[in-house]
């Protein structure tokens, strides 16, 4: 649905899982298919715990551009409170980031959980966190990273969403 460039570092497998719903009205959903499975490395078995955690992504990217959840969901901080994650830090040129630990027992979802927790934590070292939204429009709810300059993108597409919303509230006005 949207043009805008995907979002910067981690936060690109984020918004893909988000994105997986492809409309929210008729809840077409990628994950439905072995090839929307399949870049999350998801088995079908895994599918309602991915889609619990997609949703609490989306309910944290609606309040990120101050709207309501978009329904009751398990908070992201509960999903995302028993993932291990590691400082590694690169031998040669020192750098350091966050990774999955290695899981002696985990969720059906861990994997997808833990590769989520990285991406969140990253994005809040680099600052980038609080931009990654999802779009006001109630028929849409698409995650974007808001490139605005100052932060406060309410669309995932100004050529879609946006126009739409701009023209219900000229009828509005008009009638």
Not at 52 to 63: D, I, K, M, Q
Not at 71 to 93: I, M
Not at 117 to 125: F, G, H, S
Request: proline letters at 8%; aromatic letters at 4%.
């Amino acid at each position: 649905m949207s043009e805008r460039s995907p979002a910067p570092g981690g936060l690109e497998l984020v918004e893909a899982l988000v994105n997986t719903l492809l409309d929210i009205e008729t809840g077409v959903d990628t994950l439905d298919t072995p090839e929307g499975r399949a870049p999350f490395g998801l088995t079908e078995d895994e599918v309602p715990a991915a889609r619990e955690l997609r949703e609490s992504l989306r309910a944290t990217l609606l309040a990120h551009a101050g709207h309501p959840p978009h329904r009751a969901v398990t908070p992201l901080g509960e999903l995302l409170a028993a993932v291990p994650l590691v400082v590694t830090v690169d031998p040669a040129d020192g750098s350091a980031d966050l990774a999955p630990a290695a899981l002696t027992d985990p969720a059906p979802d861990g994997s997808l959980a833990a590769r989520v927790a990285a991406a969140v934590a990253e994005a809040l070292v680099a600052g980038t966190w609080t931009r990654f939204k999802a779009c006001e429009a109630a028929d849409c709810h698409w995650a974007y990273y808001d490139r605005s300059p100052a932060g406060r993108g309410r669309w995932c597409s100004m050529q879609v969403c946006g126009a739409r919303a701009k023209m219900r509230r000229y009828r509005a006005k008009e009638g």
